[in-house]
Each structure stands twice: as structure tokens, then as C-alpha cells.
């Protein structure tokens, strides 16, 4: 999928300014917890993070940030380890500040993933990962070692009670991030696997039919004739072709011709069932398979061939004739021995004679009668051998 997909959906549930705003939301919680608790050094810190959020968070939201992402994300990426190392500096390691920046690399590796080229996402994802690392190391040895500033200095120290709240205030925001994490990479991770299937079926779609009428290719046939015959159903094969077509391209244009091409095939497609093959066979050859008896797959060629007789098409004022010859066959002929016992031309009954083993020599039948109905005038359905 292509990033500005990616982006254009991102905006929808997770958009930067959605995490600028969210990310001011916090440190608002941060300064109300100072406020109440005597810290105003920190207060006067999460007062400037306040406002610089709420500005980044108005400014993307009304602008493209596609050129100058990578600045948005490093200014978020050093609020966050300022604070944080600031924090833990001052107060010491109880108030567990010191998980943000950790629980932040996964967003920043997101952000520069959708905004960034592949080149700028690894350098900026290592500088980023180096960073983090050095600089939470040192201050926590430092911390452990030396003390915490409060504790040096003898200045304001927090009660069991205060620390107990800040511990509980940020652990909650470290597990509502995780959770937004997961249910943001989940969201894409579904788009992503939505979008695979459409493109699946799509080009699944692409190899299996006919780009003109819609109708299924040869491709397609054989595999639903295995599942067919794995059914034991009866079924019918017919085989239909458009009567003088060459005719009506050179009178009427290609143009005329294609569209007679589709109106038919969408004709042939109506009146098919779900579970039945409609497949272009060649030029103007149709090959149908219906489920179903001799006599009720006949009926149902018999409604197509006059819905294609009522086709009104037209072309320079006048009105294009459209037929189409059709050759008929029933599954059960194919376990039957060839006679030359002759039937009479769209008899109701079912068939009695012809000859065939598979397949191959069904649609070789049906195409033999196909060229019988055309010797005989057209426009006729053939059900049987002369």
C-alpha cells in the first residue's frame, strides 16, 4: 500500500495533531499534579509543554506536514526525553517519569515510517534508539549514585502519598499509549489486510474473466468443471455464437460490435445462476453451464435467446439485428455410446443418443450442433445430431 494511503487513513484515527493534542493533554494532567503538590519549577516546565503542544497540535492539523515532518517528530522526541530526564533528575526515579521516553519510540518510529523516506526513518529510528538509551542511562547511574536533586539540595520532597499518585498518574498514561499503540497498529494492520484481499479479488477477478463482457475465460472453466463433476449434478453445456457478427463490425464499426458483445454477455449473466459458468469462448463464442435438467436448462437458453432477439441497439439511426445460434447438450450424453440416430431440432425431451466420454468431447458436441444451427438458418437452439 502506498504512504499516502497509509496517511490519508492515519489522519482519520491517529493524525499528528491527534497525538499533539494528546501528548498536551497529559502534561496538563503533569502541571495540575505539580500545582497541587509545591513542585513549581515543574509546573513552569509543563506550562511551556502545554502550550508548545496545543500550538503543534493547531498548526498540523490546518497544514501539510509531509515536507517538514521529521522536525515535528524530533522537537516531540527531545520534549519528551527533556522532561522526562528533567523529572527524574529533580525528583529521583520513585515517580517513574523516566518510561515515557521508552514508551514513546514506538510512536516515533511509526511517525517517521508514514512521513519519512526509508533512508530517514533508519538513521533518525538509530539516532533516536542511541539517544534514549545514553541519555536515561546516565541519569538514572547518576540519580542512584548521587541522589536526586531534591534530596542533595534539601529543597521539596514529595510524600509516600504524592509519590504513590505520580507513579499511579503515569502508569495509567504508559498503559492508555499501549493500548492506543496496539489498537493503532491493529487498525492498519487490518486496512492493510483489507486492501490485500480487495487487490486479491481484483486481480483474481483480472485472470479469470473477460475484460470486455464480464464473462469468465477459459482460465476459470476447467476448474469449475473438476468441482462439478466432483458434485455428480446434472447439468447442461451450451455453446452460443452471435450470428453475422463479422457483418455488423463492418456495417456498424467495432465500437457497435463491442457493445453488442456486452449487451449480450450481460443478458447471458442474468440469467445464470450463482453456482453456473457463463465463459467467453472466443470472439463472439459464448460458452454456457447450467445446473439442471435437459428440459430446464433448455427453457432458460430459450429466454436468452429471446431476450438477445428483443436487443435493441441501435447505430447511425438504425436498428442493429442481433441473434445468436446456440448448440445444447445434457451431462448424462457423455456416458452414452454415438448412434447417428437422428432427433428432431429443439425437441423437449430429454436427449437419448449422442455418443461421449469427459468433457472435451461435450463442448465437442455442443460445438458441432453450434455449426448445424448455422447451416440451417441461424438463430435456433440445436439439441441434436444430424
Not at 487513513?9 to 501528548?23: I, N, P, T
Not at 511517525?111 to 546516565?138: H, M, Q, R
Request: hydrophobic share 45%; net charge negative; glycine share 6%.
Amino acid at each position: 500500500m502506498e504512504k499516502n494511503e497509509i496517511r490519508a487513513r492515519l489522519e482519520s484515527y491517529s493524525g499528528f495533531h491527534v497525538l499533539c493534542y494528546a501528548a498536551g493533554f497529559m502534561h496538563l494532567t503533569f502541571l495540575i499534579a505539580f500545582l497541587c503538590f509545591g513542585l513549581y519549577l515543574m509546573v513552569v516546565v509543563n506550562i511551556v509543554s502545554v502550550l508548545m503542544y496545543v500550538i503543534s497540535g493547531t498548526y498540523t492539523m490546518r497544514h501539510n506536514i509531509e515536507g517538514h515532518a521529521l522536525g515535528w517528530i524530533i522537537a516531540m522526541f527531545v520534549e519528551i526525553l527533556f522532561h522526562a530526564i528533567l523529572v527524574t533528575s529533580i525528583q529521583g526515579t520513585e515517580v517513574f517519569f523516566f518510561l515515557y521516553p521508552l514508551m514513546a519510540f514506538p510512536l516515533y518510529g511509526f511517525y517517521l515510517f508514514v512521513y519519512c523516506d526509508k533512508g530517514t526513518f533508519v538513521k533518525a529510528a538509530v539516532a533516536f534508539g542511541v539517544i534514549t538509551f545514553l541519555s536515561l542511562t546516565i541519569t538514572l547511574i547518576m540519580v542512584e549514585v548521587k541522589g536526586s536533586i531534591y534530596s542533595v539540595t534539601g529543597l521539596h520532597r514529595l510524600s509516600h502519598t504524592e509519590i504513590i499518585v505520580l507513579r499511579f498518574i503515569n502508569v495509567l498514561f504508559t498503559l492508555v499509549m499501549v493500548i492506543a499503540f496496539v489498537l493503532m497498529f491493529y487498525l492498519e494492520v487490518t486496512s492493510l489486510l483489507g486492501k490485500l484481499q480487495k487487490i486479491n479479488e481484483k486481480l483474481n477477478y483480472t485472470a479469470t474473466h473477460d475484460s470486455l463482457t464480464g464473462l469468465s475465460n477459459r482460465h476459470s472453466l476447467w476448474g469449475y468443471f473438476d468441482e462439478l463433476e466432483k458434485s455428480e449434478e446434472r447439468y447442461c453445456i451450451v455453446m452460443g455464437d452471435l450470428d453475422d457478427f463479422k457483418k455488423i463490425n463492418d456495417t456498424y464499426g467495432h465500437d457497435c460490435g463491442d457493445i453488442v458483445l456486452r449487451s449480450v454477455a450481460s443478458i447471458i449473466i442474468e440469467n445464470t445462476k450463482d453456482d453456473e459458468m457463463a465463459c467467453r469462448w472466443g470472439g463472439e463464442e459464448m460458452l454456457i453451464v447450467m445446473r439442471g435438467t435437459h428440459e430446464e436448462c433448455y427453457a432458460r437458453i430459450s429466454v436468452i435467446k429471446s431476450a438477445i432477439n428483443a436487443l435493441d441497439i441501435t447505430s447511425g439511426g438504425k436498428r442493429v439485428k442481433v441473434t445468436m445460434t446456440f448448440g445444447f447438450a445434457d451431462s448424462e450424453e457423455k456416458n452414452m455410446e454415438f448412434t447417428s440416430e437422428n432427433v428432431v431440432e429443439d425437441s423437449s425431451s430429454p436427449i437419448k443418443t449422442p455418443h461421449h466420454i469427459g468433457i472435451d468431447s461435450l463442448i465437442s458436441i455442443v460445438d458441432q450442433r453450434l455449426y448445424i444451427g448455422k447451416r440451417r438458418g441461424k438463430n435456433v437452439i440445436v439439441c441434436t445430431m444430424e
